[in-house]
């Protein structure tokens, strides 16, 4: 089965502590995306990617940090300069040039 | 710049009732517009979209015609069932765009 798996399903960060949430997809597809999304409002975008070792800020890159070592997995790192993570991460795919994008099931993260 | 506003919810219907959630956009130039669905706990799904003007996107009973004159893109379904209770969100992007513009999302919660 293609797909998106986005894991752990639940996170928890200490305080001053960097977490790193995980992202893989078979589905061949170029482009990866991260988005937070906060409760009972729309979704924000954190940061893409349309290649390998190649990737953007979106409008709220503050805080997190990504690689693109492979064209299937995008991991995204939430670090101690972000002072209000929890949220729930949500990981997206799409073909490069084709509006479509698809989700991960999502990662909730919580502080301790 | 470019955006999407959607209908306040919650939005609560009795099972079969008709739905209908209001979507609006304001964007410069011709995008793309679609609906997605999030089940509780979930990540997003596809549930139908739209290329160009006077298309309709359809998709287990869910219907939605995209509009130029009127810059909308509503969300109908004729009988909505209890498995409907679910957040919706209405999106657009552009061809060959990195990023999609989600509106904030409408809970709807269908009661049997």
């Known amino acids: 089965d293609g797909g998106i798996t986005q894991s752990p399903k639940y996170l928890f960060r200490k305080e001053g502590q960097n977490v790193t949430l995980s992202c893989e997809q078979n589905?061949?597809?170029?482009?990866m995306y991260w988005y937070r999304q906060d409760p009972g409002q729309g979704l924000r975008l954190i940061y893409y990617?349309?290649?390998?070792?190649?990737?953007q800020k979106g409008d709220i890159a503050e805080g997190y940090s990504v690689s693109r070592e492979k064209k299937e997995s995008f991991p995204l790192t939430v670090t101690s300069a972000q002072k209000n993570p929890t949220a729930f991460y949500l990981c997206?795919?799409?073909?490069?040039?084709?509006?479509?994008?698809?989700f991960g099931p999502g990662t909730r993260l919580l502080v301790l | 710049g470019n955006s999407v506003t959607q209908m306040e919810g919650p939005v609560t219907l009795s099972e079969e009732a008709f739905l209908t959630i209001n979507c609006t956009y304001t964007?410069?130039?011709?995008?793309?517009l679609f609906w997605y669905v999030q089940y509780p706990g979930e990540g997003l799904q596809l549930l139908l979209k739209?290329?160009?003007?006077?298309d309709k996107g359809s998709n287990k009973g869910f219907e939605a015609t995209y509009r130029k004159e009127t810059t909308s893109f509503h969300l109908e379904k004729g009988s909505v069932q209890v498995s409907d209770s679910a957040v919706y969100f209405c999106?657009?992007?552009?061809?060959?765009?990195?990023?999609?513009?989600f509106g904030p999302g409408t809970r709807l919660s269908v009661l049997p």
């Open positions: 739209a290329t160009k003007a006077d």
């Open positions: 990617s349309q290649i390998v070792n190649d990737f």
């Open positions: 997206a795919s799409s073909v490069k040039g084709r509006e479509t994008q698809y």
């Open positions: 964007a410069t130039g011709y995008p793309s």
């Open positions: 999106a657009l992007t552009f061809p060959y765009g990195q990023n999609f513009v």
């Open positions: 589905l061949n597809h170029d482009a």
